[in-house]
């Protein structure tokens, strides 16, 4: 079965032809990036603009390359949320007016549950049970993929998602936006032990994140240096903020995990493209007997490869859309 997947859900336009949910025909990234980047972040104004402007454009450029036409498509798929509406409704209307017009089912899909299937794509015989720390710039959730459909939220941020707090203070930094690439690279040039600031870890027991807190302290210790006219080494903060992050991901995953008797251990979202955390979480499973899982960079970040893959397994458990499919900016696992 091929499937047509199109991703709009914030600033990257993207759009797939995936097989059975697991071989990816192509998978073409337009990202915005480049457009967004002098503004600190994304403009959600001009992100729906220019989802208009180049979702035609790269839906023939995927059906270019993958050698198909119209007519070799099985069904539609789309991310109708969580994300920016006016981005969302870009590709949900698009999709709309494909499955209409060339009378095939249309699947909406949940951005969420799609970073979770990345993980099909890269390992073809990977199967839930496991659980999943999912991590991105707008959520860090735990979660526990009982099977194809059932998806439990065991952890979540109380207020930053662990990408924002990369954006936040990557931009304070003067490191520039996404936050998290710069302060990846950044990092590997500093001392992690420079300054330590604190790991939040909650109630005992508690699987949820937070991470405003080490936001305001890395502001803090930034102030103070500007007041005292200390010099700052932007290397150290970044691997001292890095550190602090990964160390507590790692940690609350590890325990989740043992707690849920889960022996897989799956990473998803654009902040598991970190080099820090896959080494860490690497280290951790293994000294745990725990099995780790976590896509190729490409398919961590937004794509419709990803949207493409939970489609398949949201049809073949008859879970369609009709052309009443809406975009959904707060929807929920
Ligand atoms: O999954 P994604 O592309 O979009 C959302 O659904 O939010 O994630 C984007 C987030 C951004 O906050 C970006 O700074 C972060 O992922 N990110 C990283 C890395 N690459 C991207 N964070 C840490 N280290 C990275 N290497
Ligand atoms: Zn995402």
Redesign the pocket.
């Known amino acids: 079965m091929k499937i047509l997947s199109i991703e709009t859900?914030?600033d990257e336009t993207s759009v797939a032809v995936v097989e059975d949910g697991r071989k990816v025909l192509t998978n073409r990234i337009y990202s915005q990036i480049d457009i967004h980047k002098k503004y600190g972040g994304v403009v959600p104004e001009i992100a729906s603009r220019n989802h208009v402007m180049k979702l035609p454009y790269i839906i023939e450029e995927a059906l270019e390359e993958s050698g198909l036409g119209f007519s070799d498509l099985d069904a539609i798929a789309v991310t109708n949320g969580p994300g920016l509406v006016g981005a969302l409704l870009i590709g949900v209307s698009e999709a709309k007016a494909l499955a209409y017009s060339l009378g095939l089912p249309l699947i909406g899909v949940n951005?969420i549950e799609g970073?979770i299937a990345a993980n099909f794509l890269q390992y073809p015989d990977l199967e839930p049970p496991f659980l999943t720390l999912v991590v991105?710039?707008?959520h860090s959730h735990l979660v526990m993929v009982r099977d194809y459909q059932t998806f439990e939220i065991i952890g979540k941020t109380r207020d930053d998602a662990a990408g924002e707090a990369y954006d936040k203070i990557s931009r304070v930094l003067g490191l520039g936006y996404p936050g998290g690439p710069a302060i990846d690279r950044s990092a590997r040039k500093g001392n992690p032990h420079a300054v330590e600031f604190p790991r939040v870890f909650l109630e005992k027991e508690s699987y949820d994140f937070s991470f405003s807190g080490l936001k305001s302290a890395v502001l803090n210790y930034l102030n103070g240096k500007k007041m005292k006219e200390e010099a700052i080494v932007v290397e150290d903060v970044a691997a001292s903020f890095q550190l602090a992050v990964i160390e507590v991901l790692v940690e609350k995953t590890i325990h989740c995990a043992l707690a849920q008797k889960a022996d897989k251990i799956c990473m998803a979202?654009?902040v598991s493209a970190n080099s820090l955390l896959r080494g860490m979480m690497q280290e951790k499973a293994e000294e745990n007997g725990l099995e780790l899982y976590y896509p190729a960079p490409i398919l961590c970040?937004?794509n419709a490869a990803m949207i493409g893959s939970m489609a398949y397994y949201n049809y073949i458990n008859d879970v369609k859309s009709d052309l009443y499919l809406n975009a959904v900016p707060g929807l929920k696992i």
Request: proline share 0%; hydrophobic share 0%; net charge negative.
């Open positions: 859900s914030c951005h970073h991105s710039g707008g979202g654009g970040t937004d």
